[in-house]
């Protein structure tokens, strides 16, 4: 398996591309909604960029088993959590990345039936996998292989309060991730 690592300040800048694709556009929306957890930052730095409202909708379909990590079924939380009104109108649906595309390929007729009041619906993410089965509306990174992608944060995948007991933050999360 091919591995595509990103530091910070790639990541920053991935999602300053893609705000630029999404003003370029000329699309206009009226909130956003991240889905958690790898479209958590994506969501939140797009939110403060265009000024909108930002709502969170947990997904779910990997599984830690060990050291590995399986798709399995898709969950999909109960509601959206946000503190204005972000189920109306034009939305913005971002995530981190589409692997398979199943994820967003499930979850589109759901959040249209769920919430009526979404006129329109538009993906926004920073990678597309050569495997998906699903084409996002705005995508900085289309890959021509569908490489792990080791963002950042991961670095804290795993790693515990005992991890953290002995150095810090990052330290213990580079420890974990050694072991692996």
């Not at 109306?88 to 995530?95: E, R």
């Not at 009526?116 to 050569?130: G, H, M, Q, S, Y």
């Amino acid at each position: 398996m091919q591995h595509l690592y990103v530091d910070w300040a790639e990541y920053h800048r991935l999602i300053e591309r893609l705000a630029l694709s999404i003003h370029r556009s000329g699309w206009q929306f009226d909130s956003v909604i991240a889905l958690a957890r790898g479209g958590l930052r994506v969501g939140d730095l797009l939110s403060r960029i265009f000024d909108k409202p930002l709502g969170v909708l947990t997904t779910s379909s990997y599984r830690h088993t060990g050291n590995v990590v399986q798709q399995g079924e898709l969950k999909i939380g109960s509601a959206i959590s946000s503190a204005e009104e972000v189920t109306q109108g034009h939305v913005l649906l971002a995530d981190d990345l589409v692997d398979t595309g199943v994820t967003l390929e499930k979850l589109l007729p759901v959040m249209r039936s769920r919430h009526p009041e979404i006129t329109e619906l538009r993906t926004a993410v920073l990678w597309k996998k050569a495997v998906s089965v699903y084409t996002p509306d705005y995508c900085v990174c289309h890959l021509d292989d569908s490489p792990w992608i080791h963002q950042p944060f991961e670095l804290y995948e795993g790693c515990d309060i005992e991890a953290l007991e002995h150095g810090s933050p990052t330290q213990a999360a580079y420890a974990v991730a050694e072991r692996r």
